[in-house]
Each structure stands twice: as structure tokens, then as C-alpha cells.
């Protein structure tokens, strides 16, 4: 298996203080490292709690919450970061709704968007964000994802990504997961390929988006897989 569901709460973040926060009908005050929640000078880190969805060997995935803005703006609003999106950059006021509309769809039924954060697990360190777009009728979706380009090329959007396919598949039972991505944008389409996707075709000329301050027509590189084929890849033995 590539992640592990987990049923804990708990996110990291670098801080000197104590944090409680209460969670489900239990408060918890929650102190790490070598010091009491009295303020010793040797406690390293403060956890705050949030939703985890899954970890990996170097990541945890965790629903949004409020005070994520900051981390999300400092790849949302980036030109080069988000050059091959079909938005952004964002504006802070963006940024704010964006987050809005994530807390919005964990309460929502049936929930169509499972979008989440990615984070560094040594640090709780948000650097992107991956996710599923489900189909109205709840069977197919498409996977997205973006990572801080401080981040760049260490695998981290390739590690969530294989998490997210596991989620789609063995926790939302979907029957088919999709891509696509800019056709000159290498990197995000040697993720799919690393994660065993199948290429379905190039859309030549397809999207009429936003590059560098210019509208302009772009072709369009379609992956995909069903959930057969995940299974098939974990009994052979295949990591994605």
C-alpha cells in the first residue's frame, strides 16, 4: 500500500507555545518535545489538530482550515508557479474564497470536491495542494494537484498524487480517475506517467487559457486510469 488512512487528528506546526483546541466533544492540550505546556524553552513544536486523510512516507494530507491563506498564496499567487493552470495567479482576495469554498465542501452532502492539503509531515509545513473532482454521479473523477515551486522536483507532488489515486479508489470505490495538464508542462505529465496512468490522447489546440498575461489557445495531454487497473498494479506488485 502507498499511505495508510488514519484516524488520528494531528498536524505539526514550528512553534514555542502550548496549543488546546477542542476536537469532536474532547479538549486537548497537546505539548511535544522535552518541556511542559508551561512554556519550557526546549519544546521544538506546538500540534494543532485537523482532519489527516492520509500520510505518506514524507507527507500528510489533511483537509484546509482557516489559517492556511499565507501558505496557499505563496504558490496560488505566483506567475511562474501556476503558468500552466488554467487560473491564478490568485489574489489574496482569491486566495480567501478559495479557502472559504474548501471549509464549505467538507460539510457539503454528497461531497463532489475532495481537496486537500499537502504538507510537509517532519514540519507541517503546507507547500500545495491535491485533489479529487468528482463527477455528478459520484463514479469518475479528475485528479489535481500543485506544489510550491520552493518544492520543486523532489517528488512530493508525485508521492501525494499516488495517495490520492489510493483514496479515490480503495476509500470513494471510483471507477475511473483522469488527468490532464498543459502539453508543454513536462513535469506534471511525467507524475502521471509515474504514477502508471495511461495516456488517452492529446486535445490539440483544446484551451483557450491565460499564459503569462496573454489569452491564448493551448493543447491539452489526457491521462487516465480505472480502478481495475489499480488493483491489478497492486497485485502485481507495481508501485506507482
Known amino acids: 500500500m502507498c499511505c495508510e488512512r488514519v484516524l488520528a487528528l494531528r498536524t505539526v506546526s514550528r512553534r514555542n507555545t502550548a496549543k488546546t483546541r477542542k476536537v469532536g466533544s474532547e479538549t486537548v492540550n497537546a505539548c511535544i518535545g522535552n518541556g511542559d505546556c508551561a512554556g519550557n524553552g526546549n519544546m521544538d513544536f506546538e500540534i494543532s489538530f485537523d ?3 492520509f500520510e505518506t512516507e514524507r507527507l ?7 489559517d492556511d491563506g499565507d501558505a496557499v498564496y505563496a504558490y496560488a499567487g505566483d506567475a511562474e508557479n501556476t503558468i500552466y493552470m488554467d487560473w491564478g495567479p490568485a489574489s489574496r482576495e482569491e486566495v480567501r474564497g478559495f479557502v472559504q469554498s474548501r471549509l464549505a465542501q467538507q460539510i457539503t452532502e454528497p461531497r463532489r470536491i475532495f481537496d ?3 504538507c510537509i ?9 491535491v485533489g479529487l473532482f468528482l463527477s455528478n454521479d459520484g463514479q469518475q473523477a479528475e485528479l489535481g494537484y500543485i506544489v510550491n515551486k520552493a518544492f520543486g522536483g523532489k517528488g512530493y507532488a508525485s508521492e501525494a498524487a499516488k495517495g490520492m489515486l489510493q483514496f479515490g479508489f480503495m476509500n470513494l470505490n471510483l471507477h475511473r480517475i483522469c488527468a490532464k495538464c498543459d502539453s508543454m508542462n513536462i513535469a506534471s505529465e511525467r507524475v ?3 504514477l502508471g496512468m495511461r495516456f488517452e490522447g492529446e486535445a490539440k489546440s483544446a484551451e483557450y487559457v491565460r499564459v503569462r498575461a496573454r489569452r491564448q489557445w493551448r493543447s491539452v495531454k ?6 481495475k487497473e489499480f488493483l491489478n498494479r497492486m497485485i502485481d506488485g507495481e508501485d506507482a
Open 51 to 53: 482532519f489527516i486523510i
Open 60 to 66: 500528510l494530507v489533511r483537509e484546509f482550515n482557516t
Open 116 to 118: 486537500f492539503a499537502v
Open 121 to 129: 509531515k517532519a514540519t507541517g509545513k503546507l507547500i500545495g495542494s
Open 192 to 194: 502521471m506517467q509515474h
Open 222 to 227: 489526457h491521462y487516465a486510469m480505472l480502478q
